[in-house]
Each structure stands twice: as C-alpha cells, then as structure tokens.
C-alpha cells in the first residue's frame, strides 16, 4: 500500500467513524467521550455536533465558526455539555 493509499484509507473510515458516533445518543456519547474531537477556534461547527473542550463533552446547539472568547463553557446559547 502507498502513502497515499493508506492517506485515503484512513480517511475514509475516519469519516465512518464521525457517521457512527453522530448517530449514538447522548448518554452513549457522554460514555466515549474520548472518541470525540477536540474544540478548536475557528472551526465552522454545525447544529448536534459534539466536541471535548477542558475535559467535558458539549454539543453544538446552533451552527457557527468558533471563537477564542466563544468556549462552549460560557456559551449556553451555543453549547450544552454532555452527561451521562
């Protein structure tokens, strides 16, 4: 297999893997949370996803690009944390 190969191979199934976790509930999601990205300024996230910022989980509650003073820790408007 080439580099190139293996490049395209893994991002496919990372991109089932995204598919799969988007599907599960909260409670299962809060139980992987590790399986999740991390929150990351300037990224466009869409409404139900779900990122790891300071060690919590949260999902997206409105689409946005993210900003430094927008953390999903003090913003409810845009992020509810995620629990079991």
């Known amino acids: 297999m080439t580099k190139t190969e293996l490049k395209e191979y893994v991002e496919i199934r990372l991109a089932e893997i995204a598919e799969a976790l ?3 509930s909260d409670a299962e999601a809060a139980e992987m949370s ?3 990205p991390a929150w990351k300024v300037g990224k ?3 409404v139900g996803d ?3 910022y ?3 989980l949260y999902k997206v509650l409105q689409a ?3 900003q ?3 953390t999903p820790d003090i913003v409810p408007a845009l992020y509810q944390e995620v629990t079991a």
Request: cysteine-free; charged content about 30%.
């Open 34 to 36: 590790t399986l999740f």
């Open 22 to 24: 988007a599907k599960i």
């Open 54 to 56: 300071n060690e919590k």
């Open 44 to 46: 466009a996230y869409a």
């Open 68 to 70: 430094a003073d927008w």
């Open 64 to 66: 946005h690009t993210s």
């Open 50 to 52: 779900r990122v790891k």
